[in-house]
């Protein structure tokens, strides 16, 4: 079992930079691959972004590319995105997902545990 806190989340004006984090609890972190989604009030959930258990080759929603990174630091048990340039379309909640061993990072059925989420609000 794998409980996903996430953090970081926040008010930012529309440009602006915001790190979340993911900080995750039970053993063998390295071994999971990780993704963050977003659902919007009324939207779907969707993938923003993931990295696998080897953190080679990170994948991105076409959205985000250039301007969101998704890293991990096994030793410390998270993973964070770093967004900027954010844009008020990106008003969301941020989920933190895991899967243990490969997946396809960026389907949503692929993960077996969640977070709670993380209210991201960007102004216009």
């Known amino acids: 079992q794998v409980q996903l806190v996430e953090s970081g989340g926040g008010l930012v004006q529309a440009g602006g930079s915001l790190r979340l984090s993911c900080a995750a609890s039970?053993?063998?972190?390295?071994?999971?691959?990780m993704g963050w989604f977003r659902q919007a009030p009324g939207k779907e959930r969707e993938f923003v972004a993931g990295?696998?258990?080897?953190?080679?080759?990170?994948y991105y929603a076409d959205s985000v590319k250039g301007r969101f990174t998704i890293s991990r630091d096994n030793a410390k048990n998270t993973v964070y995105l770093q967004m900027n340039s954010l844009k008020p379309e990106e008003t969301a909640v941020y989920y933190c997902?895991?899967?243990?061993?490969?997946?396809?990072?960026?389907?949503?059925?692929?993960?077996?545990?969640w977070g709670q989420g993380t209210q991201v609000t960007v102004s216009s």
């Open positions: 039970g053993r063998a972190f390295s071994s999971y691959t």
């Open positions: 997902a895991a899967h243990r061993g490969a997946a396809d990072v960026r389907a949503r059925t692929s993960y077996s545990y």
């Open positions: 990295i696998s258990w080897t953190g080679v080759s990170p």
